[in-house]
């Protein structure tokens, strides 16, 4: 099956970008997401890329897409303290099953 | 977005026991899922919630255990049998969109603990 990686943590100075990584296995999902976890809450997505683009851009939020290396990146600009979640990256979408990954913790330090 | 809202949002109960968690749905959607996501991990698929048909689930999960119901398009409900400590998890309702990212949208989930 699919294997989607993240890195467990990331700590960043609110004012600075934060880029949290992802990578996967299998090429054939259509869709890549993003979805932010809040403590206690559901899961709220951010935004998404198709497999055939490399990039895409939603105001503070930048998605780069390496098909090549199966490596997707989400890049949050001017990092807020409410941006502190945990960020999975998920692939799949329409019909096909969602696999997410293994979810990244971002604190953000004032 | 659709909006979607589950209940309870949150229960503790006893080993043994069962409990049926509700998702409404404001608009009719085809596809719904179940997801469960124990403490500190990622989501996992339970099954997938079909209007009219049985719920098709993922391997390691059986209907005897998640009995789940789909008896109209903004409804299901899943529930869990013959509770275990190990059954402790947040449990979230999903839905697939008709727009063109074809994206899921979760609902806030039931947070559930089994003593």
């Known amino acids: 099956g699919e294997d989607v990686e993240q890195s467990l943590f990331l700590s960043v100075r609110e004012g600075d970008s934060s880029v949290i990584n992802c990578t996967y296995t299998?090429?054939?999902?259509?869709?890549l997401y993003w979805y932010k976890q809040e403590p206690g809450a559901g899961l709220q997505l951010l935004t998404y890329i198709f497999s055939n683009m490399d990039m895409k851009q939603d105001q503070r939020l930048t998605v780069l897409l390496n098909k090549k290396d199966k490596h997707l990146s989400l890049r949050i600009a001017d990092t807020q303290t409410g941006d502190s979640a945990i960020y999975f990256c998920a692939l799949g979408g329409g019909y096909q099953k969602v696999t997410f990954g293994t979810g990244t913790k971002l604190q953000v330090i004032p | 977005s659709a909006v979607i809202s589950q209940k309870p949002s949150r229960d503790i109960c006893q080993r043994g026991t069962s409990l049926t968690i509700q998702c409404q749905v404001d608009s009719q959607v085809t596809m719904m899922f179940w997801y469960r996501q124990q403490p500190g991990q990622s989501l996992t698929l339970i099954a997938t919630?079909?209007?009219?048909?049985?719920?098709?689930?993922e391997s390691g999960f059986v209907i005897d255990k998640f009995p789940i119901s789909r008896p109209n398009l903004t409804f299901s409900t899943l529930t869990v049998s013959n509770m275990s400590p190990e059954d402790s998890s947040i449990y979230l309702c999903?839905?697939?969109?008709?727009?063109?990212?074809?994206?899921?949208?979760f609902g806030p989930g039931t947070r559930l603990t089994v003593l």
């Open positions: 299998d090429s054939s999902s259509t869709y």
């Open positions: 919630a079909n209007q009219g048909s049985e719920a098709t689930y």
């Open positions: 999903s839905l697939l969109a008709s727009g063109v990212g074809n994206e899921q949208f």
